[in-house]
Nanobody
């Protein structure tokens, strides 16, 4: 069974920074894309950023220039550094992994609240 465990969420003031981390473990095939999605109250889940096994990153337009995604292919971890956070970044952030067998896994989510 594959598990994705997120950490690093919390309350941060506007303009602040946060680092989210996710570790994948269990009986899994080699990860392909790893990334982060988020879901704000009353809204659909949306892509934040993903990074391929080769290191190619894709970002949502709303976070470009403020968020940076990185991964460790040995440890099967993915991190999201979020700078200059805005109230509209408030959401539950979910770790996502797609393996080379095209299976998709999700973490349980971690809440990020941006508020003064």
């Amino acid at each position: 069974q594959v598990q994705l465990v997120e950490s690093g969420g919390g309350l941060v003031q506007p303009g602040g920074s946060l680092i989210l981390s996710c570790a994948a473990s269990g009986n899994m095939y080699r990860p392909n894309d790893m990334g982060w999605y988020r879901q704000a109250p009353g809204k659909a889940r949306e892509l934040v950023a993903t990074v391929s096994s080769g290191g190619v990153a894709v970002y949502a337009d709303s976070v470009k220039g403020r968020f940076t995604i990185s991964r460790d292919n040995v440890k099967n971890t993915v991190s999201l550094r979020s700078n200059n956070l805005r109230p509209e970044d408030t959401a539950v952030y979910y770790c996502n992994m797609k393996d080379f067998m095209r299976r998709t896994y999700w973490g349980k989510g971690t809440l990020v609240t941006v508020s003064s």
